[in-house]
């Protein structure tokens, strides 16, 4: 006869189940803890950027146009074609017209019977470096304006934030237009002009966080142990700058790249005969030549809306997976995880 504090032996055995599922639930929860704090920012970063299928997307165009521009000469080759050079005969019709895209000329040929697809590869190069370059430039002089504005304040803070709405209150066309009819036009007279109306717009945005990174606890405890203040925007202030640089950056490429085919389009840009996309609509665009050869508006449009929309893209992906709290979409994602996790528990629970 059994005494009346002990347990039915099937009563104990549910309990011991339930002690184990109680321990491995709680070890279970323990591990998924440790496996999110051992990831590095950048990796969570990461994580994020590889399920957004946008920024895949994005990333695979930018990838293929910056391929495309570093292989111009083997594209060059496999043609036959160099990028200003005229096929009159095989190029251009009996009536002086440009020839459809064939098995000869694939993207067809201009006015002057020159290959579309050598001359839109050998643009890419020139608006990609006229991008890359600008983008550093303006980078470069926008957030060394905006930290010192920012961290010195007082008549510094003055001038400069003066100087930025000088800047931004320019009409950057007609100024632009001016200043290359002086200058003359050019690769190097390109980027300048585009780094000298877009350095203004990331001096603003740098400031404006530098303001409210000099009131943190971590600014005032280097200031309390006696560092100098270059000392602290160098070591403490900038790396926190990195994230909006950034995100700015891959925004900026795109605006120079439309700057630059805009600069091309008027004839203030790179000079013929080098290949630019601007210029090669510019070419279209002469006596209506593309309601006879719309190719010459087709290919070098579709490859400048592709770049811009991909750099776009990428930088508002990138931003979303710096910070997650500031996508337009964050709610949605977070009911729809929770949604597809209630779905997974009832799965597992009626298996």
């Known amino acids: 006869m059994t005494s009346p504090n002990s347990l039915d032996p099937r009563v104990e055995a549910e309990l011991d189940e339930e002690a184990e599922e109680i321990q491995a639930d709680a070890v279970s929860g323990l591990t998924r803890q440790t496996a999110v704090a ?10 994020r950027l590889r399920r957004d299928r946008v920024a895949i997307v994005s990333v695979v165009i930018i990838v293929l146009v910056i391929l495309a521009a570093l292989m111009a000469p083997l594209v ?5 074609h160099g990028p200003n050079e005229q096929f009159r005969q095989d190029g251009l019709t009996e009536f002086g017209t440009p ?19 050598v001359r839109l590869v050998y643009g ?4 990609l470096t006229v ?10 002089i926008g957030t060394l304006v905006g930290l010192v504005a920012g961290f010195m304040r007082g008549p510094v803070d003055t001038v400069l934030t003066w100087l930025m709405d000088t800047t931004l209150s320019l009409p950057q066309l007609l100024f632009a237009i001016s200043l290359v009819a002086l200058v003359g036009p050019s690769l190097t007279t390109t980027i300048i002009v585009i780094v000298l109306f877009s350095w203004a717009p990331i001096a603003r945005v740098v400031r404006g966080q530098v303001l409210s990174l000099r009131e ?12 100098s203040n270059w000392r602290i925007m160098r070591v403490d202030v900038i790396p926190n700058l990195l994230v909006p640089i950034l995100v700015y950056g891959t925004l900026l490429i795109p605006q120079a790249i439309v700057f630059e085919a805009t600069l ?4 203030l ?4 005969p080098t290949a630019t996309w601007g210029n090669m609509l510019s070419v279209a665009s002469q006596g209506s030549l593309y309601t006879i050869a719309p190719w010459l508006v087709i290919f070098p449009s579709a490859a400048l809306l592709a770049v811009t929309l991909a750099f776009n893209l990428l930088g508002d992906s990138i931003r979303d997976a710096l910070d997650p709290r500031q996508t337009l979409f964050a709610g949605r994602r977070r009911l729809a995880r929770r949604r597809a996790a209630r779905r997974a528990a009832k799965k597992e629970a009626q298996a």
Do not use: H, K, Y
């Open 76 to 80: 060059a080759a496999w043609t036959g």
């Open 264 to 267: 091309s389009f008027l004839g």
């Open 131 to 140: 991008a890359f370059f600008a983008t550093l430039g303006a980078l470069g």
């Open 99 to 117: 020839v459809a895209p064939n098995s000869q000329f694939l993207l067809g040929t201009d006015n002057l019977g020159r290959d579309v697809l």
């Open 216 to 227: 943190r606890e971590f600014v005032e405890a280097a200031r309390s142990l006696g560092a």
């Open 269 to 272: 840009g790179v000079l013929p």
């Open 124 to 127: 890419a190069q020139i608006s």
């Open 38 to 47: 051992a990831r590095s920012p950048m990796q969570l970063v990461w994580s």
